[in-house]
């Protein structure tokens, strides 16, 4: 089969990912002890149990594989062929930086916050180019999707923050509430990080305008803004009029413009603004 060259960057970003991600892991959270949930966390829980009952040295990089191959096993029938296929790849990867950036060497102490703060920013970073290329590194993400098969009523992302949750707990008994609490703080910076990674900050503002004088509101936008409007149909609930809802994207710098023109066309227009995360089109992105 051919390869093509989105599927190239995909493959590419999954490479990346894994080797951030592994970093993270190895040299902020296992020396930390600190456990943010899904396989990761359960490998430095089970490589540290394993340590200190009866002294073997369970690699980060073998536990991780060998948590994932059963839910690989759970997963085949019912994951699509591709999705299966690269984050079986991914889940390999990941297993390999795991062994490799485990030869990194570590500082003599780590202070717990930006250990917590730049592993959040590294893993998350590492997952969001994952997730980007269409795939998961397994663990709890596979397990929600395959507890989903059973429990159709429940979501996605209710069943993973319930198998994360349970791994934190048993975090929380292994290495107590003070890294516990640590290990919060990296989940916190993970979801940021991987939010602004797939979303992007937010640029741009939508302004949604209600007025008696729609038509002129409009064209002292175009006038001066050079910004298009769009005109929405809508009717007040209470006077039952009919009603033109103005639509306007602009920069955020150009929002307090926008308001003036406003304000000076129909001082008692009804104004909503809202963030947006992107925009594609002709004056922003191709």
């Known amino acids: 089969m051919k390869l093509t060259k989105a599927a190239a960057i995909d493959y590419l970003l999954i490479a990346g990912g894994c080797v951030l991600t592994a970093f993270g892991v190895n040299y902020f959270y296992d020396p930390n002890q600190l456990v943010i949930g899904g396989v990761s966390g359960l490998s430095i829980i089970l490589a540290d149990t394993l340590r200190r009952t009866i002294g073997i040295e369970l690699p980060l990089w073998l536990a991780n594989l060998a948590l994932n191959a059963p839910l690989f096993a759970l997963a085949l029938k019912s994951m699509g062929r591709q999705f299966f296929f690269r984050t079986l790849i991914a889940t390999v ?57 059973r429990f159709p009523h429940v979501s ?58 729609s038509e002129e509101m409009a064209s002292a936008i175009l006038q001066t803004l050079q910004r298009g409007v769009t005109s929405l149909s809508g009717r007040g609930m209470y006077t039952n009029n009919a009603k033109n809802v103005l639509l306007c994207v602009s920069a955020s710098k150009e929002m307090p413009k926008l308001k003036e023109i406003a304000k000076k066309v129909d001082p008692s227009a009804f104004i909503i603004v809202a963030d947006v995360r992107e925009v594609f089109g002709e004056g922003f992105k191709p």
């Not at 485990?102 to 916050?113: G, T």
């Not at 934190?168 to 979801?191: D, H, N, R, S």
Request: hydrophobic share 60%; glycine share 8%.
């Open 156 to 213: 996605v992302s209710k069943l993973l923050f319930l198998i994360d949750g349970m791994v934190i707990a048993l975090g929380l008994l292994a290495f107590g509430p003070l890294k516990t609490m640590y290990a919060v703080i990296a989940v916190f910076v993970t979801a940021k990080v991987i939010d602004f990674a797939l979303e992007g900050l937010s640029f741009a503002k939508a302004a949604f305008i209600i007025s008696d004088h």
């Open 93 to 149: 990867l990941l297993s390999v930086a795991l062994y490799f950036t485990n030869l990194i060497p570590l500082p003599p102490n780590q202070d717990l916050v930006l250990a917590s703060v730049f592993g959040g920013v590294t893993s998350g970073a590492g997952a969001a180019m994952v997730f980007k290329a269409q795939a998961t590194t397994g663990g709890s993400d596979m397990a929600a999707f395959i507890l989903q098969k």
